[in-house]
């Protein structure tokens, strides 16, 4: 039973802090403060999901995605959003976009929590 309620708690806190990371990221883009967006990015057909965050940063030409296994990769905005098959997802639990950037030949695979797609897609659409 303590285990029941462990996972219901941890459920039920992790909704809550992910809407109040949310709306703050918000808050801090409309006031053009640099934010981080946790993510998970494939590069490549033959390339595995690496865990990282994308770093947006307000009147910049792009984002760039950031992790300690992986490097920096930058991706400029302008591109266009795709649908990924869903068996190529790393994760279930989050919202999974192919983003292909300008000029560029394979789509980058993104997979973040569903709340933050809006942003994501206002950073990499927008100028």
Not at 44 to 69: C, D, K, M, Q, W
Not at 112 to 118: A, S
Request: with cysteine; net charge positive.
């Amino acid at each position: 039973m303590g285990e029941f309620i462990g996972e219901l708690v941890a459920l039920f806190a992790d909704g809550f802090l992910r809407r109040y990371h949310v709306a703050r990221s918000r808050r801090r883009l409309a006031a053009g403060r640099p934010v981080r967006v946790p993510c998970s990015v494939r590069s490549g057909p033959g390339h595995g999901y690496v865990n990282g965050s994308l770093r947006i940063t307000p009147g910049t030409a792009g984002v760039a995605f950031v992790s300690r296994e992986a490097g920096r990769l930058d991706l400029p905005a302008g591109g266009t959003f795709h649908e990924p098959e869903p068996d190529t997802w790393h994760s279930q639990d989050w919202a999974a976009t192919a983003y292909r950037p300008p000029g560029a030949g394979d789509p980058v695979h993104l997979q973040v929590d569903t709340r933050y797609l809006p942003l994501v897609h206002a950073a990499l659409t927008g100028p």
